[in-house]
């Protein structure tokens, strides 16, 4: 073994593994590898930090061979430490510097081969017609690459944390809307009794496929998004440790790291649409419910004076008080508004709704407390003794209540049925067209007597058929 042969295998026994640099203050683990104390302690705070699992409570790995040694049983290797300090005493073991070729110190950066080159080599037919600067020069130059694309890399990362984060809320409030459904489902169907259950589970099926299909793709996105979250973190510690460490080595191989980052492709996933298609529709339950049909008539004492009342059967308007005629207390004078001329205090009682609406209909019907106020505008919510629903030009249809999502319909319904249930405190709303429940009010229990309630917006919005009667305003 020459001599320069016994330098070089000094230096690799003197050289941290980790930070590639002569040993400072050594250690062994219980393997028997050596590091730098410090060294391995930063490493297995990275592990510890990055929450990676262990088999053992307070044991980390070995970077060389991955096995297992407790971190306090990091034993000082005296030995090693005058062999490194020997190292570093010898002039001729200073290799890493110089060119292993002409063993001159590596002063210059070669552009076209990107590799640090001697004085020597500079004159070299090899790197002649190449393009050269000092070593210092092109440490500034990669240094400030390797921080624009540090940069680039963790705006990025942002991004994708915060779509990340904004798909777990997605999932949950979707779950939410799930549970919610399905709770209304399972209530539903008890109204009609057990005969129901097979008809209930295949609507439920149809819900959690539904369910399954949405949290599949929200579960899929967000995987993506986790996947593409970890490989910019490790592309970024890479380039952080190509960053910190010694010129020559950072300077080592750049194009590949470089390239790294240019070849990551990072995408977006689109929004996934969670609007529920699976309806509630509960197979003859409106037949169940006209059970309890009642033959509501609205009292004409209590219309919107230009709301006006044709009895059908009879083919006669109902009285209404002329222009410029005094108003009774019971008149609402705010809204074209009636009320049913039956009061419900108790029991159970269901009537249904016919409309011809135009596309901008202006409407609201369900129940109301019989002391409501039906001269001043007050907005139609439990609050101020209304439980009802309503259409707004001809979109949405929802419960007059802040507290609660509007529903949007494919197309108005044209006949509604309403169900109270005063002992249940429950105020129910369906299509009868096609049997689906739209909406339930449920309290613990209703503040007093109620009447059915009937509003239209503005003249040529269309006409309501309760029973009876049809109601429309005058133009």
């Excluded at 110190?105 to 080599?121: A, H, N, T, Y």
């Excluded at 489902?185 to 295949?202: D, P, W």
Aim: with cysteine; aromatic share 8%.
């Amino acid at each position: 073994m020459d001599a320069m042969e016994l330098a070089r295998k000094l230096q690799e026994e003197a050289t941290c593994s980790i930070c590639l640099d002569y040993f400072t203050d050594p250690v062994m683990t219980n393997c028997g590898h050596n590091f730098c104390r410090e060294c391995i302690q930063l490493t297995w705070e990275k592990t510890k930090a990055q929450k990676r699992r262990r088999k053992q409570k307070g044991s980390f790995p070995c970077p060389e061979c991955r096995e297992l040694s407790p971190q306090r049983n990091l034993r000082p290797n005296r030995l090693l430490t005058k062999v490194a300090e020997m190292a570093r005493q010898q002039p001729s073991l200073r290799s890493r510097d110089l060119c292993q070729v002409h063993q001159e110190l590596l002063k210059l950066f070669c552009e076209d081969d990107q590799r640090p080159i001697c004085v020597i080599c500079r004159e070299s037919q090899e790197h002649r017609p190449h393009r050269v600067v000092p070593i210092e020069e092109a440490v500034q130059e990669y240094k400030l690459k390797l921080e624009e694309d540090m940069e680039c890399l963790q705006e990025e990362m942002v991004k994708t944390r915060k779509l990340q984060a904004k798909e777990e809320q997605t999932l949950a409030e979707w779950q939410e809307k799930v549970k919610e459904r399905r709770e209304r489902i399972v209530v539903e169907f008890e109204k009609t009794g057990l005969f129901l259950m097979e008809a209930k589970q295949r609507l439920l099926q149809a819900l959690k496929e539904e369910e399954e299909e949405t949290v599949a793709k929200l579960q899929k996105s967000m995987a993506s998004l986790a996947q593409q979250g970890h490989s910019l973190e490790m592309l970024l510690l890479q380039l952080e440790d190509r960053n910190e460490r010694t010129p020559f080595q950072m300077l080592q191989d750049m194009n590949h790291v470089l390239s790294r980052k240019d070849s990551l492709s990072v995408q977006y996933p689109e929004a996934t649409l969670t609007m529920l298609r699976t309806v509630c529709r509960v197979p003859g339950q409106i037949e169940v419910l006209k059970r309890f049909q009642e033959d509501v008539v609205p009292d004409p004492t209590t219309a919107y004076p230009y709301l006006l009342l044709y009895e059908i059967s009879q083919r006669r308007y109902l009285s209404t008080p002329l222009d410029g005629a005094p108003h009774g207390q019971d008149r609402f004078l705010a809204y074209p508004c009636a009320v049913g001329q039956e009061t419900f205090s108790s029991g159970r009682h269901y009537w249904e709704v016919g409309m011809n609406l135009t596309g901008d209909a202006l409407w609201a019907l369900g129940v109301c407390r019989d002391n409501v106020s039906r001269r001043g505008r007050v907005p139609k919510s439990p609050e101020n003794g209304f439980w009802v629903v309503q259409l707004c030009k001809g979109e949405r249809y929802a419960p007059a209540t802040s507290s609660v999502t509007p529903i949007t319909l494919t197309e108005p319904p044209s006949h509604m049925g309403v169900f109270l249930d005063f002992e249940a405190g429950e105020v129910s709303f369906y299509n009868v067209n096609d049997g689906s429940h739209l909406h339930t009010y449920s309290q613990p229990a209703f503040p007093g007597p109620l009447q059915p309630f009937f509003c239209l917006g503005a003249p040529k919005s269309g006409q309501m058929v309760i029973s009876t009667v049809t109601l429309w305003v005058k133009g």
